[in-house]
């Protein structure tokens, strides 16, 4: 888990810490590149801001943009499953969870056996990076 941890800090703050923590609960929102949401039901995590493209130009096809943010969760033990707004997520390679989501409130539930069940709101903001490390009780 502080390997991740570490990778994720590095990747925020541009280089390499000596340590990285976070404490269970602790919310990064950090500023990321832009996310919009378009009405169809794909994610286009980067696309161009509104009033780029106009009607006739670019794949949006004159539809209205919505902007959206990112989510990422490190998730403690990493044998749970993640749910954010009742659907689950499936891990990434370094075993953490990212999804791309309308901006407002999203519900994040995080299950294991042998372990309480962690149910928490967070609120997504637009063109942002939002890390959520969760660390399970038994």
Known sequence: ???VLWIVAAALAGFAPTT???DPGYVYDAPYAPYYYSPYPYYY???PPPGIYGPSQGDFGGDQ????GRLL?????VSADVYVDGRKLSPRRDLTYQVGLLVGN???EVRAD????HRQEVDLRPNRRTVLTI???R
């Not at 042998?114 to 069940?117: A, D, E, F, I, K």
Request: glycine share 4%.
């Open 1 to 3: 888990m502080r390997r």
């Open 20 to 22: 990285a923590s976070a």
């Open 45 to 47: 995590p980067w696309a």
């Open 65 to 68: 943009v919505i902007p959206a």
């Open 73 to 77: 969760l490190m998730v403690d033990p």
């Open 106 to 108: 999203h519900t994040v």
């Open 114 to 117: 042998g372990y309480r069940t």
């Open 135 to 137: 660390r399970l009780q």
